[in-house]
Antibody, heavy 120, light 108 residues
Framework: QVQLVESGGGVVQPGRSLRLSCAAS????????MHWVRQAPGKGLEWVAVISYDGSTKYYADSVKGRFTISRDNSSNTLWVHMNSLRVEDTAVYYCARGISGSNYGMDVWGQGTTVTVSS | SYELTQPPSVSVSPGQTARITCSGD??????TYWYQQKPGQAPVLLIY???ERPSGIPERFSGSSSGTTITLTISGVQAEDEADFYCQSGDSSGTLVIFGGGTKLTVL
């Protein structure tokens, strides 16, 4: 079945780096745009970044631009987000999500999320 | 910055109809999506392209649009529908994805 599994979350000090992974299965990963979305404790959803099906186009939320980098490897069906210069306000559950075909925004499959805690 | 505005909460009794609105200046030009999120779970796509329902989503969930407001309607609300609901669209540049602040649906 279609599945996304995130990993790599944990506790990290402010200013440090962390890389999250998302393993995709059950669909043709190389044909889908992919997103990262986060949710701070008790807060709403916040879009983080999107990467096109071939990795050629990437967009970022202003809150992470210049600090986070989204990337993918279609040969291994894996999506990543590399997070640098982490801040306390980056603490959240991070979800990867599949972009809906033909849509710039919609997401039709979500992983269960991985938790990132930025704390000294 | 561009925003999508939702009411923080909506309450209805079982069997009644719940309507959750989402307002944004660019909505007439861009598709909107709706997601349901239950506590401790990942979001689930409910409605795409304003009015379309993915397979497996009950017919009691529907979407409509009028000008700068998009509405998610839940007919015959059930206790299991209690959740947070988020609308989503993009900005006019096509480079940013925007979520509304979310609406907590309480089934009385």
């Amino acid at each position: 079945q279609v599945q996304l599994v995130e990993s790599g979350g944990g506790v990290v000090q402010p200013g440090r780096s962390l890389r999250l992974s998302c393993a995709a299965s059950g669909f043709t990963f190389s044909r889908s745009a992919m997103h990262w979305v986060r949710q701070a404790p008790g807060k709403g959803l916040e879009w983080v970044a999107v990467i096109s099906y071939d990795g050629s186009t990437k967009y970022y939320a202003d809150s992470v631009k210049g600090r986070f980098t989204i990337s993918r490897d279609n040969s291994s069906n894996t999506l990543w987000v590399h997070m640098n210069s982490l801040r306390v306000e980056d603490t959240a559950v991070y979800y990867c999500a599949r972009g809906i075909s033909g849509s710039n925004y919609g997401m039709d499959v979500w992983g269960q999320g991985t938790t990132v805690t930025v704390s000294s | 910055s561009y925003e999508l505005t939702q009411p923080p909460s909506v309450s209805v009794s079982p069997g009644q109809t719940a309507r959750i609105t989402c307002s944004g200046d660019a909505l007439p030009k861009l598709y909107t999506y709706w997601y349901q999120q239950k506590p401790g779970q990942a979001p689930v796509l409910l409605i795409y392209k304003d009015t379309e329902r993915p397979s497996g989503i009950p017919e009691r969930f529907s979407g409509s649009s009028s000008g700068t407001t998009i509405t998610l309607t839940i007919s015959g609300v059930q206790a299991e529908d209690e959740a947070d609901f988020y609308c989503q669209s993009g900005d006019s540049s096509g480079t940013l994805v925007i979520f509304g602040g979310g609406t907590k649906l309480t089934v009385l």
